[in-house]
């Protein structure tokens, strides 16, 4: 079955307007567009229903069941109970209070492993233990193709390892890391498996539960929602942490890892993607008697297919360039490399080039896109021009990937 772009494209806003509609958007890493779903669902709460929410009196009862309604749609993507949810206002503030919440439970010399290919959101909060007395080991890339060896974090983890953090797919490298691999390793030895899915979720749906992973977190604002971090863990879990919320509220599921509240319209408005999903399953598939969680396994598997099928468009035209270096893969498969592609140029700015391809209204970006000590591994010196990355998403049509293979030909 085909992905249907124009019934996708159709759902959201930004492709109606001929101003936005101009940019082959391929910065989708660092945020998607969003569908008229979760817009029209945030437009409603603040027209309507922006009070304190679960109260007495009507708006407030709406606003309540709005926000429940977020949680229940996140929940179903994961396939985990509601209660098993921290909403926070991104996983970089989530994974901080993680770390804090787990501080408690490490004794000096107990080790957690992290790794150079993450995001610093699941490194620079686990160093910080150091002050504590946790060990730090590092799981490090091959400096060449910026791939994690899983032979080599077997001869990290130890009896004293406590946690190991993993990405489930990096932000620069764009693999597939085998999480269920990791996590086997990591509780061998009775260490938590803490994965980072920001740049996976936007590809595949994970079932929490038979994952392998005790904490799992992933940003909304960048799978087409609002700018919210989810946050799931195990029950048996969580049960151990710390609280890190007012003292008063340790024992409420959704504010116990939330010091700041929970940002009621944005998780209102969480309810949209759900419905986004729905609306994409239903217009491609017949039979509709599966749950949210199936539904959405299907639908981003179209996603997946896809994606697959641009993002070697796009790695081709990128070998075609001479000097030109791919990090990671140069060819995609389904489930073993995201349509997250990464190169640089010999002899070239990655500036100049980005500014070039802009001025074609191809839009994306260079940098280190907070993954440096990842740039740093692989021996890429000047960090701030860092990489060219581009990111496709499902929405981006045959349209889209010509102009941009077109551009890298000109490159």
């Given at each position: 079955m085909?992905l249907?772009?124009?019934?996708?494209?159709?759902q959201y806003?930004v492709?109606?307007?001929?101003?936005?509609?101009?940019?082959?958007?391929?910065?989708?890493?660092?945020?998607?567009?969003?569908p008229?779903?979760?817009?029209?669902?945030?437009?409603?709460?603040?027209?309507y229903?922006?009070?304190?929410?679960?109260?007495?009196?009507d708006?407030s009862?709406?606003?309540?069941?709005?926000?429940?309604?977020?949680?229940?749609?996140?929940?179903?993507?994961?396939?985990?109970?509601?209660?098993?949810?921290?909403?926070?206002?991104?996983?970089?503030m989530?994974?901080y209070?993680?770390?804090?919440?787990i501080?408690?439970?490490l004794?000096?010399?107990?080790?957690?492993?992290?790794?150079?290919?993450d995001?610093?959101a699941?490194?620079?909060?686990?160093?910080?233990?150091?002050?504590?007395?946790?060990?730090?080991?590092?799981w490090?890339?091959d400096?060449q193709s910026g791939?994690?060896?899983i032979?080599?974090?077997?001869?990290?983890?130890?009896e004293k390892?406590?946690?190991v953090?993993l990405?489930?797919?990096?932000?620069?490298?764009?693999?597939?890391?085998?999480?269920?691999a990791i996590?086997?390793?990591?509780?061998?030895?009775?260490?938590?498996?803490?994965?980072d899915?920001?740049?996976?979720?936007?590809h595949r749906v994970l079932?929490?539960n038979s994952?392998?992973?005790?904490i799992?977190?992933?940003?909304?604002?960048?799978?087409?929602?609002?700018?919210?971090?989810?946050m799931?863990?195990r029950?048996?879990?969580?049960?151990?942490?710390?609280?890190?919320?007012?003292?008063?509220?340790?024992d409420l599921?959704?504010?116990k890892f939330?010091?700041?509240?929970p940002?009621?319209?944005?998780?209102?408005?969480?309810?949209g993607?759900e419905e986004y999903?729905?609306?994409?399953?239903?217009h491609?598939?017949?039979?509709?008697?599966?749950?949210?969680?199936?539904h959405?396994?299907?639908?981003f598997?179209?996603?997946?297919?896809?994606?697959?099928?641009?993002a070697?468009?796009?790695?081709?035209?990128?070998?075609?360039?001479?000097?030109?270096?791919?990090i990671?893969?140069?060819?995609?498969?389904?489930g073993?490399?995201?349509a997250?592609i990464?190169m640089t140029l010999?002899?070239?700015?990655?500036?100049?080039?980005v500014?070039?391809?802009v001025g074609k209204?191809?839009?994306?970006?260079?940098?280190h896109?907070?993954?440096?000590?990842?740039?740093?591994g692989l021996?890429?010196?000047d960090t701030?021009e860092?990489?060219?990355?581009?990111?496709?998403?499902?929405?981006?049509?045959?349209?889209?990937?010509?102009r941009?293979v077109a551009?890298?030909?000109?490159?």
């Amino acid at each position: 079955m085909n992905l249907d772009l124009d019934f996708i494209r159709s759902q959201y806003p930004v492709f109606q307007n001929p101003d936005t509609a101009r940019w082959a958007m391929f910065e989708n890493a660092g945020g998607s567009y969003v569908p008229k779903q979760v817009i029209d669902r945030l437009h409603d709460f603040f027209r309507y229903t922006k009070v304190q929410p679960y109260g007495l009196f009507d708006s407030s009862v709406v606003a309540g069941e709005a926000m429940d309604a977020g949680y229940r749609a996140m929940a179903g993507l994961l396939n985990c109970d509601p209660d098993e949810l921290t909403l926070g206002p991104s996983t970089t503030m989530n994974f901080y209070v993680l770390a804090q919440a787990i501080r408690p439970l490490l004794e000096p010399g107990d080790e957690i492993v992290v790794t150079n290919q993450d995001h610093e959101a699941n490194i620079g909060c686990w160093r910080r233990l150091e002050a504590f007395g946790a060990v730090i080991k590092e799981w490090r890339i091959d400096p060449q193709s910026g791939e994690l060896d899983i032979e080599d974090l077997k001869k990290l983890v130890t009896e004293k390892t406590a946690l190991v953090c993993l990405s489930l797919c990096s932000n620069i490298v764009g693999t597939m890391n085998d999480y269920a691999a990791i996590c086997e390793i990591a509780h061998a030895v009775d260490a938590l498996a803490i994965g980072d899915g920001v740049s996976f979720a936007p590809h595949r749906v994970l079932d929490v539960n038979s994952s392998g992973l005790d904490i799992y977190c992933f940003s909304t604002y960048k799978t087409f929602g609002t700018h919210i971090g989810v946050m799931w863990g195990r029950p048996e879990v969580l049960d151990q942490l710390e609280p890190q919320g007012h003292f008063f509220n340790r024992d409420l599921p959704h504010y116990k890892f939330n010091p700041a509240g929970p940002l009621h319209a944005e998780i209102a408005a969480l309810a949209g993607i759900e419905e986004y999903i729905e609306a994409v399953y239903h217009h491609h598939f017949e039979q509709s008697h599966y749950d949210f969680h199936t539904h959405a396994c299907k639908v981003f598997d179209l996603f997946a297919e896809y994606e697959t099928v641009q993002a070697n468009r796009v790695l081709e035209a990128i070998k075609a360039i001479p000097g030109a270096r791919i990090i990671g893969q140069d060819t995609a498969e389904m489930g073993s490399r995201a349509a997250t592609i990464s190169m640089t140029l010999d002899g070239v700015d990655c500036s100049d080039a980005v500014k070039y391809l802009v001025g074609k209204q191809i839009a994306l970006r260079n940098g280190h896109f907070y993954a440096l000590r990842c740039l740093e591994g692989l021996g890429i010196e000047d960090t701030n021009e860092g990489i060219i990355r581009i990111s496709l998403v499902h929405y981006n049509n045959e349209t889209d990937v010509d102009r941009l293979v077109a551009g890298l030909e000109d490159l």
